[in-house]
């Protein structure tokens, strides 16, 4: 127990019983909880956490913590409806203001602000520092305390970051205003220089700099060739791969062809693009987020306001601008910690493509070229094409941008599975470094490898370096041989290079270490042999049918209240109740992700679907108590949504559950879910087209006997010769006429 949790919120034992109250889970992930502890003591604090790592939970508990206001500085307005539907979702008091709302709508939010009872506020920073919007904060802190900042997104302070925005260099602001309210400054991307200019620009003072590392464990990341049959790859790819996915494309108009052709070979695909008008945009977003439809292709400006966790596969189809995009757009896939695939198709034709988009950074006063941005662009550009040719272990490439070490083999990306034969290159690394010293650190690879290579290059006959005793030297090895050692060297943080557009190469203290013979060098021979992903051992086949049918009773319920699908549970939560298969409240509530809200919310339809697929198979009810509520709930019929009606519209043109099944591509179980709920909530349901009529009676005469609460014991009368499917369609007919 902490003393700031025991002075303010004596009701909880720990952060632990805290975090467990309010979100449901058991545990901090790495790194949450000295960054919480820090908020507590009212540090400024600039945190580095990879997406999928809980940023938003390194502000959310503190401010239920504490009296006061956390107001939440984010870019995207679907970002910041995302997160406090998310809220709302564990019963805990957040709001945003918009453009979306009405003038009438905003006074109700600042009144329920100034009440008291809004622990976190979401805004845009234009919004946040309007002159009209300034005020009114004044008053919040007067009344009520604004407890804390917290700066989302915070990479678009900086010119050096992949999504710089200028509106976010005015939030400096902030601090001249409110001096004494701590600010929290998150980010998922963030190289060294962009960290430095996140810390000055916002004025963070004596700030707590939390860096978590970079690694993805669960993101499985390969790189395959792209040539003309690419996208028969592409379609095998979403068709073994289950779940959601996103497919990033350079252009408007190569998103219109593959989504075209992924809906003609029967892929649910929409597109994303600028070239969209902004209500169909959001319209494709959210039917992708409540999966609706399972595969989005996009432009780069799909997916910073995305929070949907359960992403399985992304999938570059051009290639990425940069190192940093790259680790942030195939960071969608995964987020809630399951396994998950990021494919990067490689071309050197979409290489030229994205170096004419450079050529066009052009000042829009002058129409001059931008040299300073072309040079940076192209220097990221190559980062990306050593990434893709690159045979040292995905990861460590990756981390190796961000300033992190990693050492050994991930096991978890195609270079890893597919080792190739390591070679000691410890002589040639040599060479190649002492050519850096004796060029006086002041030129890039390409320089350095003619060096080595003996070229008559007029820069190099002028700097008179072809008198140096490492020129010529290397003209064993071929050009593309130097380059592979420069990249792995480079990779492996043995060597490092400048980020400011020229690529100089400069020594370090590993460098040093292998010119004293201190250190060996290994290079991976060129990949030999196509990779293939490891199998996932998953949850045994009857788990998996119950993860299913729990999968279709989140996605109605999430239907009834018009959410996403991953803030009713995510997917591990529904994974630990398929194989933990609790039967009562109390076994409810220890599964990760489920609070005091969502038990109580949640439990009593879950607890039921688990009880009822567990009679059907056979499997023995450890606990045969009625699932009672801690406060029950009036019977009231089921909440139908726009799916339901769509089942029921296809039933009453008399179609069969199989062909409602087949036309609208959803399981059978789904639509004699769909079915159940319909008959309960007393739609006009042909009951006598599903069950015979004298069934129906038996089953009747069987419920009347034995009552309604159980599946089996109402099986056990009628006999195995009715099914479970029947057994509950004529149920819901029998609990509708008692409503």
């Not at 003072?205 to 993101?219: D, E, Y």
């Not at 119950?546 to 009773?553: A, I, T, V």
């Not at 220890?590 to 607890?607: A, L, P």
């Amino acid at each position: 127990m902490t003393s700031n949790l025991s002075t303010v919120a004596p009701t909880f034992e720990s952060l632990e019983s805290a975090l467990k109250h309010f979100f449901g889970y058991d545990r901090f992930r790495s790194g949450q909880k000295p960054i919480i502890e820090a908020a507590l003591e009212n540090r400024d604090q600039l945190v580095i956490m990879p997406t999928g790592g809980g940023k938003s939970l390194c502000f959310q508990l503190p401010a239920l913590l504490r009296p006061g206001l956390t107001v939440v500085v984010s870019p995207l307005i679907a970002l910041m409806q995302d997160q406090v539907q998310a809220l709302h979702d564990n019963g805990i008091g957040a709001t945003f203001i918009n453009s979306t709302l009405s003038g009438n709508q905003v006074r109700q939010r600042e009144a329920g602000i100034l009440s008291g009872h809004i622990k976190l506020l979401y805004l845009a920073p234009e919004r946040l520092l309007g002159e009209g919007f300034l005020p009114f904060l004044d008053r919040v802190h007067e009344q009520t305390r604004i407890l804390s900042f917290a700066i989302d997104e915070a990479h678009c302070v900086s010119e050096w970051g992949h999504d710089f925005r200028p509106e976010y260099r005015q939030l400096r602001g902030l601090r001249r205003r409110y001096p004494t309210v701590p600010m929290m400054a998150l980010t998922a991307t963030a190289t060294e220089r962009v960290r430095q200019d996140i810390l000055q620009q916002l004025g963070l003072k004596s700030p707590t700099v939390h860096v978590a590392s970079f690694n993805r464990p669960n993101l499985f990341y390969e790189i395959r060739p792209k040539q003309k049959q690419s996208y028969v790859e592409l379609l095998k790819l979403v068709k073994q791969t289950p779940g959601s996915g996103i497919i990033y494309c350079l252009s408007r108009k190569k998103v219109d062809e593959i989504t075209f052709r992924l809906q003609q070979d029967g892929i649910e695909a929409l597109p994303y693009h600028a070239g969209l008008a902004d209500g169909k945009r959001a319209e494709h977003q959210n039917r992708f987020i409540r999966d609706d439809v399972r595969v989005m292709v996009a432009t780069i400006a799909f997916g910073m306001g995305i929070n949907k966790p359960d992403v399985r596969f992304v999938i570059h189809y051009d290639l990425p601008r940069n190192l940093e995009s790259y680790y942030q757009e195939s960071g969608r896939a995964g987020r809630d910690g399951e396994a998950a695939r990021c494919t990067f198709f490689f071309s050197y034709g979409d290489v030229k493509s994205v170096d004419y988009l450079i050529a066009q950074k052009v000042d829009p006063q002058t129409g001059e070229p931008l040299e300073e941005e072309q040079q940076i662009a192209r220097q990221q550009l190559r980062q990306v094409i050593d990434y893709a040719e690159g045979t040292d272990c995905r990861r460590r490439i990756q981390l190796a941008y961000f300033g992190e070490r990693f050492e050994g083999s991930c096991g978890n990306c195609d270079n890893c599975l597919n080792p190739k034969p390591m070679q000691d290159w410890t002589i040639e690394a040599q060479k190649f470094l002492s050519c850096v010293a004796r060029c006086k650190e002041r030129f890039g690879m390409k320089y350095i490898v003619d060096v080595l290579r003996g070229s008559k290059d007029k820069r190099i006959l002028q700097n008179g370096h072809d008198q140096l005793s490492t020129y010529g030297i290397g003209r064993d090895r071929t050009a593309d041989e130097w380059r592979l050692l420069g990249r792995s060297l480079l990779h492996q943080g043995l060597v490092d290079e400048t980020s400011d557009g020229y690529s100089i190469l400069r020594l370090n203290p590993l460098s040093w270490d292998i010119l004293r013979k201190q250190r060996s060098v290994y290079v991976a021979a060129p990949p030999q042999s196509k990779t293939t992903l490891p199998e996932d051992g998953g949850l045994r086949a009857d788990m998996e049918a119950l993860f299913d049918r729990l999968r279709s009773l989140r996605k109605q319920v999430a239907d009834e209240q018009s959410v996403p699908p991953y803030v009713v549970f995510a997917d591990s939560s529904l994974r630990l109740m398929a194989q933990q298969q609790p039967q009562n409240l109390e076994e409810f509530a220890q599964i990760s992700g489920v609070g005091s809200y969502k038990r109580d919310q949640y439990g009593q339809r879950f607890i039921e679907a688990i009880r009822q697929f567990c009679e059907e198979q056979g499997i023995p009810l450890r606990d045969l108590s009625p699932i009672v509520a801690a406060e029950p709930a009036p019977a009231t019929p089921p909440l139908l949504a726009r799916t339901h009606f769509y089942t029921l519209e296809l039933h009453q043109q008399n179609l069969t559950p199989f062909e409602i099944a087949e036309k609208r591509k959803l399981s059978i179980n789904t639509i004699y879910d769909h079915l159940e709920l319909l008959v309960q909530a007393g739609q006009s349901v042909q009951l006598n087209q599903l069950v015979d009529l004298e069934r129906q009676t038996v089953i009747q005469q069987a419920i009347a006997t034995v009552g309604d609460a159980s599946l089996r014991v109402i099986r056990e009368h009628v006999g195995e010769s009715y099914d479970y499917i029947e057994i509950r369609l004529v149920r819901a007919q029998w609990r509708s006429s008692k409503n």
